[in-house]
């Protein structure tokens, strides 16, 4: 009889590992949201809407957009996720860097994984040819900083993308990569996926997960498994994990974000490609994004929306803050974080100011977060495994819950390794 696996999850991680398992496992994915669409409302209904005041709280952001979830942690960070099929890879801006120094500095090589993910997900930085001026500008300038810019490696078809800017708000025209792709390749080879299925716990006895136990609605059901796998993010993973009696560690990271913006007539940055180009400094990195989230809410953001120039600082955070089981994150900027953005705030108002900028048109967005994870660190002992011994031996984690430090930079790439070299390891368990 084939042997019965359970993913939960249908983002980066978990969408990898069920293609990979189908099969060898009869795969069932349990999602907790539905289909995803991408948000069809033009920007200037937007600022329509913005002008009649009723946006003030970005958890308003699901009335019309109900694949993206933002909340508070403590401290006020807004942290946002995507939930639904293909997680919070449908709202990414596409870039795929490889990120596994840190994988490395545990002895874990990842090279085949990257080369067949590398195969199969297409990726260029052919974009750079269609690049505004004003983006053209910052470049040119970064670049005569001594700043070494270098254009962003894109997941997808760029043949396809119409320069639009609406990544994080879906791609209409699928030209962008995410998740779905997996998905629905595990899906063709018979995997079952089950969405607005909230998985809430693992039924564990003697020390052995029989499956796992999820809300629809009101009603309460097992899917029984041999094969527990938990891919619900760097948020969702942890919840799950506490209201099964499994301990994590109070290490969540979050990568946080602040963008640095001003006036500028006709910069239509809210049509260029996000982060079209990226520039690496210790601890943080800068990028050229226009910040859709502080647009909308942030009532500093006052300007029509193609004349807003915008820098993104997005900071390597310290390990600081946890998840509580019902999903309350407890996180703080410590001040290490804090140094990290004055820094970046300091670098970013010279850019744009050798750019022409006036340092009195300066105002800065609002300081929110989507790269959640660390709250069960792969570590010397788990290296070789990816299990650790916390877990029972046939539950697996296989999200950026594994990630040992935050990386400050994008991780769809590295977790679509991990996942890789995860479901070999269970196959040939
Ligand atoms: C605006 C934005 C832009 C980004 N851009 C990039 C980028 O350009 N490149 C990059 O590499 N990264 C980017 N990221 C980060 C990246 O998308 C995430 O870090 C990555 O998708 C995390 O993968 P994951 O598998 O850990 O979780 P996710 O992709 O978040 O998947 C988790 C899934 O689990 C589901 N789930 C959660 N709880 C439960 C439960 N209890 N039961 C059932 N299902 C559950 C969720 O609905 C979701 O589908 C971006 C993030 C944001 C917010
Ligand atoms: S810019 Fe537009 S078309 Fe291109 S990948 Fe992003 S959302 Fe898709």
Not at 258 to 277: I, K, R
Not at 285 to 300: A, C, H, R, T
Not at 303 to 330: F, Q, T
Not at 411 to 416: C, E, K, R, Y
């Amino acid at each position: 009889m084939t042997r019965r696996a359970v993913v939960v999850g249908s983002g980066a991680g978990g969408a990898t590992i069920a293609r990979e398992l189908q099969g060898a496992f009869d795969v069932t994915v349990l999602e907790s949201g539905g289909s995803f669409r991408p948000l069809r409302l033009r920007l200037r209904t937007i600022e329509r809407i913005k002008r009649l005041g009723l946006l003030r709280d970005e958890r308003q952001i699901r009335w019309f957009f109900p694949n993206m979830r933002t909340r508070r942690a403590s401290d006020g960070m807004v942290l946002v996720n995507g939930v639904g099929m293909g997680g919070t890879t449908t709202l990414s801006t596409g870039n795929g860097l490889r990120m596994d120094a840190d994988l490395q500095r545990l002895g874990i090589d990842l090279d085949p994984e990257f080369e067949s993910t590398c195969r199969e997900i297409p990726i260029g930085t052919s974009h750079q040819h269609r690049w505004r001026e004003s983006t053209r500008g910052l470049f040119h300038i970064c670049r005569e900083m001594g700043l070494e810019p270098l254009p962003t490696p894109k997941m997808g078809d760029a043949g396809r993308c119409v320069h639009c800017g609406r990544c994080v708000l879906g791609c209409r025209p699928g030209a962008k990569w995410d998740s779905r792709r997996f998905l629905r390749q595990a899906v063709d080879h018979g995997a079952r996926l089950v969405t607005n299925c909230h998985a809430e716990k693992i039924i564990l006895e003697d020390g052995h997960a029989r499956g796992v136990v999820a809300r629809h609605g009101v009603r309460r059901e097992l899917y029984s498994a041999d094969l527990v796998v938990l891919a619900a993010g760097g948020l969702g993973t942890p919840s799950i994990m506490q209201a099964s009696g499994i301990t994590c560690e109070p290490r969540l990271f979050v990568d946080p974000v602040l963008c640095v913006a001003a006036e500028w007539p006709d910069a239509l940055q809210c049509h260029e490609l996000p982060m079209p180009f990226v520039i690496q400094r210790d601890g943080f990195i800068i990028s050229p994004y226009f910040d859709f989230l502080s647009f909308v809410f942030n009532p500093d953001w006052r300007y029509p929306a193609r004349d807003i120039l915008s820098l993104m600082i997005k900071i390597a955070d310290s390990e600081a803050g946890h998840v509580e089981e019902h999903g309350r994150v407890v996180k703080r900027c410590t001040t290490r974080d804090r140094a990290r953005l004055t820094d970046g705030v300091s670098l970013c108002t010279e850019i744009l100011g050798r750019y022409g900028v006036r340092k009195g048109s300066i105002f800065l967005g609002t300081l929110n977060a989507g790269h959640p994870g660390g709250m069960l660190p792969l570590t010397a002992q788990s290296a070789a495994s990816f299990h650790d011994g916390r877990l029972p031996a046939n539950v697996y984690v296989a999200d950026a819950t594994l990630f040992p430090h935050s990386l400050g930079n994008p991780p769809i790439l590295t977790i679509v390794a991990m996942a890789k070299r995860i479901a070999s390891l269970c196959l040939a368990r």
